[in-house]
């Protein structure tokens, strides 16, 4: 079996896709930390186009951007599906995939906005959990796909619990009971999926980075983009 790596670092959402990912399917990997302050010239030959972490390299094949990896992985690995089979089914998980990366930007912009600014990504942010979990995207289900964990929850899943990190961060609270049952409903199946619980970032310490870097990062670029 040709070897696999991801390049990726902590505590990027992004690189815990491609984890998440990895785990679920039973994927053995090397995990290689990329300082993206002082990228190495490994991920600069993978990804030179971006230059951004997570790059999955397979055998000496470079695959990049998050959710791109988690379908390769899906389609080398057929093990533990991902994606529905049903072509109808897996139409709707993309499209709802692609969503969270369209929308979810709107958390980083509230993590590094102040005043006006900031407004408009809580706004922008309760719209599209709003859209996505309350009111179309996830109905009753346990999952997006159902009963089993699939790539839409992988993408949600890297945007609501760095949300949880950022609201600390920045003082606000969105994600209220009141407003978002179904939302902290489908955030507690997510997190207790052995693979997800097993694999997410220690809370306090991320938090604490988060708060921390806030008001450093105000006027940076820092914050990840999609990827």
């Known amino acids: ?11 990027s959402p992004f690189t815990y896709r491609v984890i998440w990912a990895l785990k679920i399917k039973g994927i053995p990997y090397e995990f290689v930390a990329d300082d993206v302050t002082n990228k190495s010239p490994s991920l600069l030959k993978c990804n030179p186009v971006h230059k951004k972490i997570p790059v999955l390299v397979h055998g000496e094949k470079p695959i990049c951007e998050s959710m791109i990896i988690v379908e390769y992985l899906d389609e080398v690995w057929p093990q533990n599906p991902l994606l529905p089979s049903d072509p109808q089914e897996r139409a709707v998980a993309r499209f709802w995939a692609k969503f969270a990366d369209d929308k979810g930007p709107s958390i980083w912009d509230m993590f590094r906005g102040t005043g006006e600014a900031l407004e408009q990504a809580k706004k922008a942010t309760l719209e599209m959990l709003q859209a996505a979990i309350e009111d179309h995207g996830l109905g009753d289900k346990k999952f997006f796909g159902g009963d089993q964990i699939g790539i839409a ?23 209220e009971t009141h407003r978002f049952p179904r939302l902290l409903g489908w955030l507690q199946n997510f997190q207790q999926v052995p693979e997800i619980q097993e694999n ?24 990840p983009r999609r990827q």
Request: charged content about 20%.
């Open 1 to 11: 079996m040709e070897e696999v790596k991801l390049l990726g670092q902590w505590p």
């Open 153 to 175: 929850d992988i993408a949600f899943g890297s945007i609501i619990h760095w949300l949880t990190f950022i609201q600390v961060a920045v003082g606000v609270n969105l994600l």
């Open 200 to 223: 997410l970032p220690d809370w306090e310490e991320t938090a604490a980075f988060f708060t921390g870097r806030r008001e450093v990062l105000l006027k940076s670029t820092w914050p």
